[in-house]
């Protein structure tokens, strides 16, 4: 029993959270009154001819109580004391003002594998037994220090040592806890490890990377440029529509790729169609499937279309501005319902599908027109991007060429440079047919040319061999001359555009003059049936009559 060997008036109990868990046989009034005396922080106070000590460990506050007469520094520790400090799962150790330890419970023993009672801390580490000795910092300071302290097995540990002051103010005693800190030791090393091997594997990914990025012909140099990056970057972290415009040739495609790349949906396939490529009645097909028997050479049991195949990944549908109007009306109700019907059911699929939409036309001009729908335009153009033109950009123009050169390199195996004035020559060339156009005009020099390095000569040769793109100052300077004073057509767009707006523009007339439909198509020159199809085709709103 901890009592055993006790004085007889020596007492002792243990606080822990304002509760007394262990007592000695101490009078209950003493023991409220030595609690209600108590301040944190101090070790020592007397109450009632009584002397207490009082030691902070991890289990509680102990209190230790004697009568004044018996306390002195010769008796320093007594029977219980020792149990009790050796009853603690900390090392403890108690120096006096001269660094002789005193004392040293058994954890500490086992924590720094030697036994140091009866020797002074300054000879202790003059032996090199220990890095630094907290009983001497704390005689030194007379302040609590705590520190991370080496031993010669090699462990680690964490020691606070705190001073004891006698009734004269002057420091009697140090009392040092101690903390084995070994395996935190161990653990902050594999961290560090960890961290190594983490920046090991960030820095091969990233050669990962860059090789990859070789096959792409997406450069960003130029400040034009690196703002499209960034803005792509943005949108793919979401899962909006994306609209993106451009002259042809750009690299709208390289652009929907870097945004499926680094989008949720990157685990997903990317699908592509061009909608001028397709013929309209295969065009429906492609993109909403069909059921079997929907039409003659339909296939047996049904085709999944384009956004059921992708489903969960990204659709990109290039030169959206081909798109004839009634396969507008079907795709606005992809991207407002997120479903789709095939050719031939009623019955509608969820989907769900990112779609990515470019052109090199001006939607909006084909809004107005009539070629277009509005409710369409508005909902592809959420975020829009536009991509700026070679000559707008030209700082990309040498990158370019030198990453053409590469991709030449490793598809043909040879090997070919350009000096820096026809490097100069490319890179103030307007390229109408932007990064397409460099592409193909960099290989073909390349593989026509029969020397290693590639010269002024040979790519002036090759773009004058071209009239189709060949444009010297004298001819920029007429054409701009002309551009300004010509008179602006009535019409804009190809010559297909242009056949339709003047289509509808005659048959707007003709139902401004004509009370009813039969009178406008006898003017116009076609019959009933014909007339009510093209009002449909343009939207026209205005309410005419059957009747004459």
């Avoid at 220090?145 to 705190?162: A, E, H, P, R, Y």
């Avoid at 295969?282 to 195949?309: D, M, Q, V």
């Avoid at 798109?323 to 009306?329: C, N, R, T």
Wanted: charged residues 25%; neutral net charge.
């Amino acid at each position: 029993m901890l009592t055993k060997g006790l004085h007889k008036e020596e007492h002792f109990f243990i606080v822990k959270n304002h509760e007394v868990i262990v007592k000695s046989d101490i009078e209950i009034e003493l023991l409220e009154k030595i609690v209600n005396r108590y301040c944190k922080g101090k070790e020592t106070f007397k109450v009632e001819g009584y002397f207490v000590h009082v030691l902070v460990t991890s289990q509680g506050n102990l209190f230790y109580v004697r009568p004044l007469k018996q306390f002195s520094d010769i008796d320093f520790m007594n029977p219980l004391s020792n149990k009790v400090l050796n009853s603690i799962s900390d090392g403890i150790t108690i120096c006096d003002r001269k660094g002789k330890i005193l004392f040293q419970n058994d954890i500490d023993i086992e924590i720094v594998g030697m036994d140091l009672m009866g020797r002074y801390a300054k000879d202790v580490i003059a032996e090199g037994l220990m890095s630094d000795s907290i009983s001497m910092k704390v005689i030194e300071s007379k302040e609590k220090v705590t520190i991370l302290q080496t031993f010669i097995n090699g462990k680690c540990l964490l020691v606070s040592g705190k001073p004891i002051f006698g009734e004269d103010h002057e420091l009697q005693y140090v009392v040092a806890i101690t903390r084995d800190m070994t395996h935190l030791k161990r653990l902050e090393q594999e961290m560090k490890k960890l961290e190594v091997q983490n920046e090991n594997f960030k820095s091969k990914l990233q050669t990962i990377q860059n090789e990859e990025s070789l096959k792409s012909s997406l450069i960003a140099v130029s400040p034009a440029m690196m703002q499209v990056v960034k803005r792509v970057m943005k949108v793919a972290e979401v899962d909006s529509t994306v609209l993106i415009g451009g002259e042809s040739g750009v690299g709208k495609e390289e652009i929907t790729k870097l945004i499926h790349t680094y989008s949720r949906r990157s685990h997903k396939q990317i699908l592509t169609i061009n909608c001028s490529a397709i013929p309209e009645t295969l065009l429906e097909s492609e993109l909403f499937g069909y059921e079997a028997g929907a039409f003659t050479g339909a296939i047996k049991g049904g085709k999944a279309g384009l956004f059921e195949i992708a489903s969960g990944g990204t659709v990109f549908l290039d030169e959206i501005g081909e798109m004839p109007l009634l396969l507008q009306a079907k795709l606005l109700r992809v991207l407002q319902e997120s479903e789709v019907q095939r050719i031939g059911s009623g019955k509608p699929i969820p989907i769900d599908v990112r779609i990515i939409a470019a052109t090199n036309r001006n939607l909006a001009e084909m809004v107005r027109q009539g070629s277009f729908r509005e409710d369409l335009y508005y909902r592809l153009n959420i975020i829009p991007i536009e991509i700026p033109s070679l000559r707008h950009r030209r700082e990309d123009i040498i990158p370019m060429v030198n990453h053409f050169l590469t991709l030449i390199e490793e598809k043909y195996g040879i090997h070919r440079t350009i000096e820096s004035s026809a490097m100069k020559i490319l890179e103030t060339y307007d390229w109408p047919g932007n990064v397409r156009q460099l592409k193909n005009m960099v290989e073909r020099i390349c593989l026509l040319s029969t020397q290693a390095e590639i010269t002024i000569n040979t790519v002036q040769q090759e773009l004058d061999s071209n009239p189709i793109v060949v444009r010297n100052t004298e001819n920029l300077a007429q054409e701009k001359y002309m551009q300004e004073h010509e008179p602006a057509p009535m019409y804009s767009g190809t010559l297909k555009e242009q056949v339709a707006s003047f289509e509808k523009q005659m048959i707007k007339q003709a139902l401004s003059k004509h009370p009813s439909i039969r009178q406008a198509a006898k003017s116009l020159g076609c019959d009933q049936s014909t007339l009510v199809r093209k009002i449909q085709k343009y939207q026209l709103t205005r309410h005419v009559s059957y009747k004459d």
